[in-house]
């Protein structure tokens, strides 16, 4: 063979190998991604647990994040809402807490994680979930019916001082829970006494307050807005140090900024609930961290800003630590409202 047909053969066989070479590479550093993981995502549709009755404000915002997600395609899986109220909320905090491991399952959070533990000596606590985010603050209102003769909190509270004890009903959700600590804290504050009556979710405490089976409730501006835009209720006052900052009207003229604190009324009574998430135990940070970074990007949309204003939420993410220092300190406020109430068990 000649020395110029081996030059050409040699080009032939070396030009091929020059263009696989980088394939090769390639497909060895395929073969090197276990040690380099792709970031955890839920591979099955994700359960979310709301320890809470059809209606309620954790009902409304759980069903919410879940049109935002679908909307958005934030999330590849389908995200399937599962009301477990029973036991004031002890039946979906269980449920979760027995899930070990679960990374498709989730648990909406509020106060109840504190004040069931405390009222009932639930075997539970929020250290034995994994803690992903809090994503709001929500406020508490004084509500009376519209056609009642009371315009103000003050001219409501002094009727209730008048009447013998009991005489005026209060409804809220559950015993024991939000809604009844804040309405000990206010008889404490006012000198007055209501006759309690508990409800499965702050939607029925609203319904009982327009067909005036009960005299006032506490709900959430999320449980009593279609109501209060109907003009069947009344908004007397706000649970916090300052008024609510949204001023779109949702009545044909009031806003949430015009609703007084109640402490301008001369009731000095404050309580915001944290609205949050958590995991099972056993699920991992990765796991934490990728639902974090879900509902960070949920919190960003419009639909969500649109939803804050409307439901009068003060906007509050936090994650990781910051989070769990939150916890703690929310949860040693709500021992301390709990045992004054008188509404610790005995252990």
Known sequence: MTKLKLKTLRQAVLLPLAQLAPLALAALGGMALPAQAAAWEPTKP???????????????????????????QLMKQPMLILNMGGA???????????????????????????TLPIAVNLPFNWRDLNPVAMIAMDEFVLWDNAEAPYKTAHDYLAAVKAAPPGTFKMGGTGSKREDQIITVALEKSAGVKFSY?????????????????????????????????????????????????????????????????????????????????FLPPDTTKEQAAYYADLLKKVTATPEWQSYVSK????????????????????????????????FAAKK
């Open 311 to 342: 439901q009068a939420l003060k906007a509050t993410f936090l994650t990781g630590t910051d989070f769990v220092k939150f916890l703690e300190k929310d949860e040693a406020f709500h021992n301390k409202l709990m045992n004054e109430a008188g």
């Open 88 to 114: 004031s909320g002890a039946e979906g905090q269980m449920d979760v807490k027995g899930a070990k491991g679960n990374a498709h399952k989730l648990m909406v959070a509020f106060s109840g994680i504190y």
């Open 197 to 277: 009556i508990p409800y499965t979710s702050g939607g029925q405490a609203a319904t009982q307050l327009v067909g005036k089976h009960i005299d006032s409730n506490v709900n959430n501006p999320s449980e009593n807005i279609a109501q209060w835009r109907a003009g069947q209720v009344r908004a007397l006052c706000v649970f916090s140090e300052q008024r609510m900052a949204f001023k779109e009207k949702i009545t044909t003229d009031q806003a949430w900024s015009d609703i007084p604190t109640c402490k301008e009324s001369g009731i000095d009574v404050q309580y915001q609930m944290l609205r949050g998430f």
């Open 46 to 72: 994700v359960e979310v647990v709301v320890p809470a009755g059809a209606g309620g404000a954790s009902d409304q915002m759980a069903r919410t994040i879940q049109g935002i997600i679908v909307k958005n």
